[in-house]
Structure formats: structure tokens, C-alpha cells
């Protein structure tokens, strides 16, 4: 077995404020409890909501990590008691519940996957919280069926990336939203078969003439704001709007008459604070259904960037800047 | 076969207006077309969609008729060609369209059903638009399981007696509101486990309490505008809201981060417009889930008026005062 110090690297939010908050300090190495695997990270996607706990508008949820980050790809350095799926040295992708951004980071092995073959460690770093999210919001959430239309805001999104070849990897129309025509050729390139730049044109009207007049049958939003009642008005009949966050707000104005003539469904999610159990069969779901596809090179995580492990403020920055696809902190050396 | 005049008298909107504007008027019997039988209506139910209709304020669907009135019981008269179900003289009732508050309407014979033995032809008039909607939204749409609570606003109207009796039947736990002691008494006798005076008791608190902090599971919603926030506080994890009009207003705000955290569904449907064929799939579902407990004697409409054929305006002003379940227009004599 290999050593594993008893403290290790981590970049840490020393006070809520910008990207230069984030500083590298020592913290002990833990310990894998009941079930738990401890993984030896090699990288660590950047997330919006570690943007947002940065600043101090989103409270870490009770019993994680203070240590942000919420997905990771390493190797096994350690199992707890009762922990037998994977064995010391096995590569793997987790998603977790924070403390990504540090040399070690326990997790229930039911929610660690294997790293699939095809996949750099940083390109799986880059694959929990986008495969997770799609799958559970748009396959699950909102059932989208093969044939179907779905309409993905943030196109160029690590999210919006990952749900333009999983959406085409399940046989849907995919049309995707994003605010420059650089963004829609690489929205495109990766799939997409109708790209809407929003700074220049109206995507309800794209979307009712993309479908014949018929709306998207799925959407997945994470904007809010105006984009609901829009959302509304693009959907199809029995179309599915699914939240997973709300950039241009969180308190918007909706239509009922549409919602009940259209037998529209409006819902949504969050990750983060599912129970373990819940996240478990989210990844059981996922190695079944995504995992191969993953494994015949169908479906690759795009990497905008890969920002070396001391410089955590440089990713923070990239992530708020002009980005297609993930950013990921290259915080160990795979062994 | 009985003789069929030509001729019909049927109780029309002369012009939109208040309830006097209804005047019966000489009008041609509709012939049953292919698959359709003729129904010489016994009694007619009368429903907040024709008061809206009177009003101006609810325009006919292509195709309906411009004779008021969405459900009716009464004897097959005649049927059209293929429509082999129902012989001349069977007793049924039906969801249709429009052409109610006339003594004969086509219908499919897919979309009647056959009276139930325990019910007059006055229950039975006030049984399809109330059971249609609540099958179809509180447990199709709402997937309203045993155990789980049912929250009902206005649950002394048409469809809230009837969603009291169908929950309790289904083993849910049934929250109603209501707008006085008197109709929060009387839900209660229907079979309510708990009913909350909107005037005086704040609903969400009132479910809560109910629920030991859970919250509803399914929430069935006529209110909209400021209801429509407090029935996401009112809702438990993975609650379904199901939407079926918006008495006080259709364009409500709502918060997203509510939907998200709890995974809410927000959705709801209109009955009016969905195809014949859907209409179909219901009645069949309807009947093999629905007709047996109302044979059994558990579930009964609640009849609040029965209102003669020669004062229409009478039964639009009842719907729209004071009363428990429903109220109906006494069209013609039994055979």
C-alpha cells in the first residue's frame, strides 16, 4: 500500500471575494470511512457553484468538505472498511459533495466511477457534474425521447457541451443557445444541429421554425429570469422545462395559460444535496447508459483549459471569462 | 326507434354578458356522425368554463358547438354508423365539448360512459367534467400514490368534492381550503382529513402542521396568482403541483430555487382542448379505475342545486355565489 501523508495540498476559500481568495494551504489528508474509497486526485473540474460558494452565495451543505471542488479524477489510494469495488491504484471519476480542490478526497465508492479508457485524467475530471447533471435533468427529469427536439441554454457550457452529444448520441434534435457566433461554430462542430446566437436573434422564433412550429420537447435552462416565460413559449406540447440554475434570476414571472394549455411541465434540480443513495443509482444509471458511449469514443468531455494546481485563481477567473467547455486544476501528477 | 324532431330547444348565449344573457332558442338536433351517439339529455352540468364562455371570455374550440355546456347524462337516442357500444335507451354520461344545455348533443361513443346504477341523472350529469379532471391531473399527471397527502384548494367547489372522495378512495391523506367555517365543515363531512378557512388560517403553515414538516405531496390548484408561490412552500420534496385554472391571476412569479431544492413538478392541463382520442384513453381508464367505486356507493358527486331547464340564468348564478359541488341544469324528462 502506498504511504499517504498525513496532510496534503489544498486550495482553499480564505474569505468570500474574488478569484484571488483562493490560496493553497495544508490540511490534513482524510480518512475513508464505512465505504468509502480515498482517491489520489489527479484533477479537479471547476464548477459554477464554486464560484458562488467563493463568494459566499452558496453555503457549503452540512457534513461536506469546506474545501470546494465537486468532481475529481485520480487514482485510488485507499479503501474503507467494507469498501470492495475497487482495488488500490484503480483510475477513477467521482462526483462529490466538496473538498475536489485538495491532493486526497474521500467518497463513497457507489458514487465513483471508473475512469472510462479513452478519457485523460483531465477529461475526467470534467465528466462527473456534467454527466450527472444531463443525464439526470434531461434523460430523467425530462424523459427525452429519440426523435424528440431539445433545447439546451449555455450551449457552450461544460453542461451545454455534454447534453449537445448526449442529446445526439440518443437520437434527439439538438438546438443550443449561446451569445456569440465563435460559440455557436463551436456549439456546432461538437453536434449541435442548430446554434442561436442569443445576442442577435430571438430563440423562441428559432425554435418554433427549427421545429416546424412545433417547440422543443426538452429544455434544459440554468438561466431563468425572462428566459422562463420564453421557455414557456418555446416548448412543444407536453414539452419539459428543466432547471438547473438561474443566471439572469430566480423569482420569474410564469404563464399558466400556456403551462395548462400546452400540458407543459416545469421542474427541476440540484445535485449537490441529493442523499448518497440517490446519487448512487444516479451513477449505476450512468454506467449502464453513458459509460459506453464514453468507452466507444462517442461522447468526450470538451477541456477549454487545464490550469496547473497553484495558480486556483487562474481557473476561477476562466470560468467567469469566454470558455467552451470545461476548466480543470491539474492538482496532482498521475503516478 | 323513438321519433328524433328536427328541432331542439337549447339554452344559448344571446350575447356575452351576466347570466341573463342565456335564453333557450330553437336549434336544429345534431346528427350523430360516424362512431358518435346521440344523447337525449336528461340533465346538464354546469361548469365555471360556460360562465367564462358567457362572458366573453372563453372562446369555443374549433369544432365544438356554440350551445354551452361540457357535461351531460342522459339515453342513447340513436347512434351513427360503427358506433356499436351503446343501444338505444342505455343510460350514459358524457364529457363533451360543448352543446350541454341542449335537449339532444352528439358525442363520441368512446368518451361516454354508462350512468352508474347508484346515481340519478342529476348526479350523473355532475360526475364527468369533475372526475375527468381530477383522474387526469391528481393521478395521471399527479401520480398521487397510497399514503402521500393531497392538498385541494376550493375544496367544496365541483371538482374539490370530487378530488376529496378520489384521494380518500386512492388512501391519501386530503388537505382542503375553503372560504368559511360552513364549507370547511361540509369538506370535511365529504371525507377531508383536515380543511383550512383561507380567511382566517394561512394554508401553508396549516399543511405543514398537518404534514410534521413535509409538506403535500400533490397540490391541486384552481388559484394561481399569489397561490402559486405559497404551494411551492407548501409543497414537500418532490411534490407535484398540478395547475387546472387561476381564479386570481395567470401570471404569477415564482422561485426557482424552491422548484430546484425540493425537485419540484409544476405542471396542469386543460381538458377542453385535448383530442378525442386522449378523451378516449381517460374515459377507458376512468372507468376500469374509477366507475367501480362510484358502483360501490364511495364516491358520489355532490349535487348542490338541480336548476329547471326554463331559467338557465338561475344555474349561472349559483356557480357563481355560494355553494358545495355542483350545480345542474334539469334539461329533459327520464323516458
Known amino acids: 500500500m502506498a504511504q499517504i501523508p498525513a496532510t496534503m495540498r489544498a486550495a482553499i476559500i480564505t474569505e468570500h471575494g474574488g478569484p484571488e481568495v483562493l490560496q493553497i ?146 437520437k434527439a434534435q439538438v438546438i443550443v443557445t449561446a451569445g456569440s457566433d465563435a460559440r455557436c461554430e463551436a456549439a456546432r462542430q461538437i453536434g449541435a444541429d442548430r446554434a442561436v446566437n442569443y445576442s442577435s436573434e430571438d430563440f423562441v422564433a428559432a425554435v418554433s421554425d427549427f421545429t416546424g412550429g412545433r417547440g422543443a420537447d426538452v429544455i434544459l435552462d440554468m438561466v431563468g429570469g425572462d428566459y422562463t416565460k420564453r421557455n414557456y413559449e418555446a416548448a412543444a406540447p407536453e414539452g419539459r422545462i428543466v432547471q438547473i440554475a438561474f443566471l439572469k434570476g430566480a423569482r420569474p414571472e410564469i404563464d399558466l395559460a400556456t403551462m395548462m394549455r400546452k400540458s407543459l411541465i416545469h421542474t427541476g434540480s440540484l445535485l449537490r444535496p441529493m442523499p448518497t443513495e440517490a446519487k448512487a443509482e444516479l451513477a449505476r444509471n450512468l454506467e449502464e447508459t453513458v459509460w459506453p458511449l464514453i468507452a466507444a469514443g462517442w461522447v468526450t468531455p470538451v477541456i477549454h483549459a487545464i490550469v496547473p494546481f497553484d495558480e486556483p485563481a487562474k481557473a476561477h477567473a476562466a470560468i467567469e471569462g469566454e470558455h467552451i467547455g470545461k476548466i480543470v486544476l491539474n492538482i496532482g501528477e498521475e503516478d
Open 25 to 170: 494551504a495544508e490540511r490534513p489528508v482524510p480518512e475513508p470511512g464505512e465505504g468509502e474509497i480515498l482517491i489520489k486526485v489527479v484533477a479537479a473540474g471547476i464548477n459554477r457553484a464554486d464560484v458562488l460558494q467563493r463568494m459566499g452565495k452558496y453555503p457549503v451543505p452540512k457534513g461536506a468538505p469546506d474545501i470546494p471542488g465537486l468532481e475529481v479524477s485520480g487514482t485510488v489510494a485507499a479503501t474503507g472498511s467494507g469498501a470492495t469495488r475497487y482495488r488500490e491504484g484503480d483510475k477513477v471519476v467521482a462526483l462529490i459533495s466538496g473538498g475536489g480542490y485538495g491532493e486526497y478526497v474521500a467518497v463513497a465508492e457507489t458514487i465513483a466511477l471508473p475512469l472510462p479508457s479513452p478519457l485523460s485524467f483531465a477529461q475526467g475530471a470534467g465528466l462527473p457534474e456534467a454527466a450527472f447533471t444531463v443525464w439526470h435533468n434531461v434523460f430523467e427529469c425530462g424523459s427525452l425521447r429519440p426523435g424528440e427536439t431539445l433545447l439546451v441554454h449555455g450551449g457552450t457550457s461544460g453542461i451545454g457541451t455534454m447534453a449537445i452529444q448526449l442529446g445526439k448520441a440518443f
